[in-house]
Nanobody, 128 residues
């Protein structure tokens, strides 16, 4: 079992920055580094969409086109934490942001259905 807790959301104006964090509790017999970690978001009335992923071990990252060059994902396996640095925020970035983890050794994908564990979400609101 993996428990994920996000933090760092808030309200900012257009062009501002926020840094989201997601701390994982992985249990005794699993290692955080084995999990692919992803960030997703969901705006009111819209489907959940993929934002970014950070693979296990190899350190590969990917971004949705809508956030590329503005957002940066990183992870600290020693702290069981994944981060999402969000710069140049736009009103369309307003959403609930969720941290997610796949099963151990599972490949990283952009499909939310492939992620087994989810945090409770942290709200990001960008005003114009």
């Amino acid at each position: 079992q993996v428990q994920l807790v996000e933090s760092g959301g808030g309200s900012v104006q257009t062009g501002g920055s926020l840094r989201l964090s997601c701390v994982a509790s992985t249990g005794t017999y699993s290692r955080y580094s084995r999990y692919c970690m992803g960030w997703f978001r969901q705006a009111p009335g819209k489907e959940r969409e993929w934002v970014s992923v950070f693979s296990s071990y190899g350190g590969t990252t990917s971004y949705a086109d809508s956030v590329k060059d503005r957002f940066a994902i990183s992870r600290d396996n020693a702290k069981n934490t994944v981060y999402l640095q969000m710069n140049s925020l736009k009103p369309e970035d307003t959403a609930m942001y969720y941290c997610a983890a796949t099963g151990q050794y599972s490949p990283c994908t952009t499909r939310s259905s492939d992620y087994t564990y989810w945090g409770q979400g942290t709200q990001v609101t960008v005003s114009s």
